[in-house]
């Protein structure tokens, strides 16, 4: 079978590794991929948002079956125009995607089908919203309606951050055409979880949960990024409230979909927040998460393209999903600056003995040698019996890797050993 890949970062990656496990396999393309993707895959210079690009590509080569993997293209409809031209494909259509590419319809969704999520106001005047902004509870949170690259989120703490927010957002125009519409939403608290699902539109299948390190610095200091390390299982996801999620979140949105016309195939991320008041949704990606891929997928004992074919067929329910109860972490490394400004353009020094559990996400080759090209350079995974020992393993390989400018946080997993020693 030939594959094809869209995207080029260290989800991407592993997605790739995972993938090629399957022995029908016998070439596998990625759209755009980058230098370390190389390795594991042809890498062919077509942007991801390259809708008319791709799919003439995808023809041309013969595809059998393609995985779009980020967010953009799958909401600009990748998946519809690679059907239309018989391509099967692992992700969600248009008209499901957007409940990532609007965070208006994922919202307004979840107050009428009764889904447990924060309160809201939505907004498409500016003026409007300043007003209201100025009485609601702080900290309040102020959300871009489309995709942002994940930076369109502001939490408040005071009031003149809520008016910049707005302003930033509905009159600066950051965000493009992203921010016509707003969504100021009450603030939760308690422990984060992320939870990626299967889903062929009517079965629903849970990965193993996650937690992912937004912040740049140690004891999540600094600036938010696209994400500095994660770990996985997710201590504070117990049984229990995995039952919970599944009954009150998990099928509830699925069925919704279904009901609105617009049944939701592929990977379906669940952003959670365990408040005291029990779980709610703080947002939904229409896509395997980044960098929980990371630590997820190198669990994942079952094949995953027999897997994803079963969410295209809509035969996951007689497919079997299993999940070592091993522990797995992955921590980053960055590009210092990130996620300011940085460099790029220094080698990389990657040892074949931990290239296998290297996933990288921002890197070119030039002349044989493997440069940085991004901010979040590469990831570096470990899976052990317990997650003492997979954090423990994931730094030691993480000091056998090079590059000028590198930097990584040194307290991955800390929160949750620490969250695991209370729970117990």
Known sequence: MKILVVGGGGREHAIIKKIKENKDVTAVYALPGNGGIAADATCVDVKATDITGITAFAVSAGIDYAVVAPDDPLVLGLVDALEEKGIP??????????????????????????????????????????????QAPLPTVVKADGLALGKGVVIAQTRQQARDAVVEIMEDKKFGRSGDHIVVEEFLTGPEVSVLAFTDGETLVPMVSSMDHKRAGDHDTGLNTGGMGTIAPNPYYTEEIAQTCMQTIFLPTIRAMKAEGRPFRGCLYFGLMLTPAGPKVIEYNCRFGDPETQVVLPLLQSDLLTVMKATTDGTLAHTPVRFSDRSACC??????????????????????????????????????????????????????DTLPQAVADAYRKVEQIRFENAFYRHDIGARALAAGREII
């Open 89 to 134: 494909c692992f992700g969600p259509r248009k008209n499901a995607a957007i409940i990532e590419g609007s965070k208006v319809f994922a919202k307004n969704l979840m107050k009428k089908y009764g889904i447990p999520t924060a309160e809201y106001r939505v907004f498409d005047d500016a003026a409007a919203a300043l007003a209201y902004v100025e």
């Open 331 to 384: 921590v980053i490394m960055a590009s210092a600056g990130y996620p300011a400004a940085y460099e790029k353009g220094y080698e990389i020094t990657l040892p074949a003995a931990v290239a296998g559990d290297v996933y990288v996400a921002g890197a070119k080759r030039e002349d044989g040698r493997l440069l940085t090209n991004g901010g979040r350079v590469l990831g570096v995974t470990a899976v052990a």
